[in-house]
C-alpha cells in the first residue's frame, strides 16, 4: 500500500516561530517513524506555491499564532484543496480571537473571568479595572505579551502601552482568577484528563514555563475532587463542541478553592494548535489515557480533512 506523503507545516512569522519548529521537528521525526513519507515545510509567504507544487496527501500543521492558527493557513489548505489536520477556518478563528471564544463559550453556560477589550493606548494613566487583573493579547499564544497586575500596584503597567509592544493594538483586560492552573485534551469526540500545571521559578505560566526544560512541573492527572475533575472534563468537551473544533485541542482553566473545595472554576481559552514539543502537554496527557507519541500523531493524520 501506497505510503501516505504528510507535509508538515512548521515555523511561519508569527512570534512563535521557535515553538513551530520545535513543535514541526518532533511530529516530524515520529511521523517518519510511523511510516509515513515526510516532507518538512518551513512556511513562508510562498506556503500557497510550495504546497500546492508538493500536493502531499496531508498537511500537518504544526504552526502555532497568527497565521498559522487563526483560521488563514486553513483557508490556503481549502483553496488547495489539500487535506489539513487540527480545526477548520472558522473555529480556529474564533478559537484564535480570545472575546469571540469567550463570548461563545459564555452562550453554553461556561463560566469565564469578567473582561474588557481595549486599545493599548488606553491603559496609561488609571488602572481600567480594580486589581489584580491580566493584561493579555487578544490574538496572541504561549503567553507572549501577558501581564499580571497585582492587587497593591498602584498603576496600570507602562510596557503595554510602550514602543517595545508587538502584540497588536487590541488588548483583554481580564479579571485575576487566584488558584491553580489546570488543562484538559479532547481528541476528537473523545476527553482525555486533566493536568495540573505548576510552575518552577516563574510566578505564573509564562513563556520560559511552558518551553524551558524544568520550568513547570506537571501533575497528570491532577490530584483534584472527582466532581471538579469531571466538571473540567466537561466543559473542556463543551468548549471543542460549540467553537467547533476538530482534531486536538485543549483547554485551560484556572481553580480558586481557597476557600473551598468545589472553589471557583473559570474556562481560560481553548488552543486548537497544541504544542507538540518535547515540554508539551497533550502528549503527556495523551500517555496517561494510554496513546503513544506516533499513536496520537498517526490519529490526527487519519482524522485530516478538508471542510473542516
Not at 109 to 132: D, K, L, Q, Y
Not at 162 to 180: A, F, K, L, N, Q
Request: aromatic residues 8%; charged residues 20%; glycine residues 10%.
Amino acid at each position: 500500500m501506497k505510503r501516505k506523503h504528510v507535509a508538515v507545516l512548521m515555523g511561519g512569522f508569527s512570534s512563535e516561530r521557535p515553538v513551530s519548529l520545535s513543535s514541526g521537528v518532533a511530529c516530524a521525526d515520529a511521523l517518519e517513524v510511523e511510516g509515513y513519507s515526510v516532507t518538512r515545510v518551513d512556511v513562508g509567504r510562498d506556503v500557497a506555491k510550495v504546497i500546492g507544487e508538493l500536493n502531499p496527501d496531508v498537511a500537518f500543521n504544526a504552526l502555532h499564532g497568527p497565521y498559522g492558527e487563526d483560521g488563514t493557513i486553513q483557508g490556503i489548505l481549502e483553496y488547495l484543496n489539500i487535506p489539513y489536520t487540527h480545526s477548520g477556518v472558522l473555529a480556529s478563528a474564533l478559537a484564535m480571537d480570545k472575546q469571540l471564544a469567550k463570548a461563545v463559550a459564555r452562550t453554553v453556560g461556561i463560566p469565564v473571568a469578567e473582561a474588557v477589550i481595549m486599545n493599548r493606548f488606553e491603559i496609561v494613566s488609571e488602572h481600567p479595572m480594580a486589581p489584580p487583573y491580566v493584561v493579555k493579547p487578544v490574538n496572541e499564544g504561549s503567553s507572549f505579551g501577558v501581564v499580571i497586575v497585582r492587587e497593591d500596584q498602584s498603576h496600570p503597567p507602562q510596557i503595554v502601552s510602550s514602543p517595545e509592544w508587538r502584540y497588536g493594538e487590541r488588548v483583554m483586560v481580564e479579571r485575576y482568577i487566584p488558584g491553580r492552573e489546570l488543562t484538559c485534551a479532547v481528541l476528537g469526540e473523545r476527553v482525555l484528563g486533566v493536568t495540573e500545571i505548576v510552575p518552577v521559578g516563574h510566578s505564573f505560566y509564562d513563556y520560559d514555563s511552558k518551553y524551558v526544560s524544568g520550568g513547570s512541573k506537571h501533575e497528570c492527572p491532577a490530584k483534584l475532587s472527582p466532581n471538579i475533575y469531571q466538571k473540567i472534563q466537561t466543559l473542556a468537551l463543551e468548549a471543542h463542541r460549540v467553537i467547533g473544533c476538530r482534531g486536538v485541542t485543549r483547554s485551560d482553566f484556572r481553580f480558586d478553592d481557597r476557600s473551598s473545595e468545589d472553589g471557583e472554576l473559570v474556562w481560560l481559552e481553548i488552543n486548537t494548535q497544541p504544542g507538540m514539543t518535547p515540554t508539551s502537554l497533550v502528549p503527556e496527557i495523551a500517555a496517561e489515557a494510554g496513546l503513544g507519541f506516533g499513536e496520537l500523531l498517526s490519529w490526527i493524520v487519519e482524522d485530516a480533512s478538508c471542510s473542516r
